[in-house]
């Protein structure tokens, strides 16, 4: 009898530091999903405020063109077509396609922009890895 009542003791400290040991390594994968999110995001994050900064130049120079598109048609309508007014419709018109080149290189690297991909593999494996069904441990012979 008093051997049954110490042969659980051990089974017992054997599924203990089992479940410690899965909880410790749940934590360590979640902790490391969580760090290569991180990895991918920074770099998106890069990658994003370059875009940014080329929307905000094409925006500004849209400002300036548009000020100086103004000024020319004041100027058009004062002159009737004298040389000044042609000369701020071209650099107006140069400022503009500056303007475009930058949106569309802007554009283009919103684009490449994209959800972080080795995360949400990994983490979908992990998810399918923790569904499986586990075969239950064989018992031991005794003899």
Known sequence: MTGTGT????????????LADASRDLSTLVRSEIELAKAEIRMDVKHGAQAGAMFGAAAFLSLLALILLLISAAYGLVAAGLGPAVAFLVVAGALLVLAALLGLVGKKAVSRLGPPERTIRTSKETAAFLKKPRAPHAPTAKT
């Open 7 to 18: 042969s659980p003791r051990p089974d017992d400290e054997t599924l203990g530091g089992l």
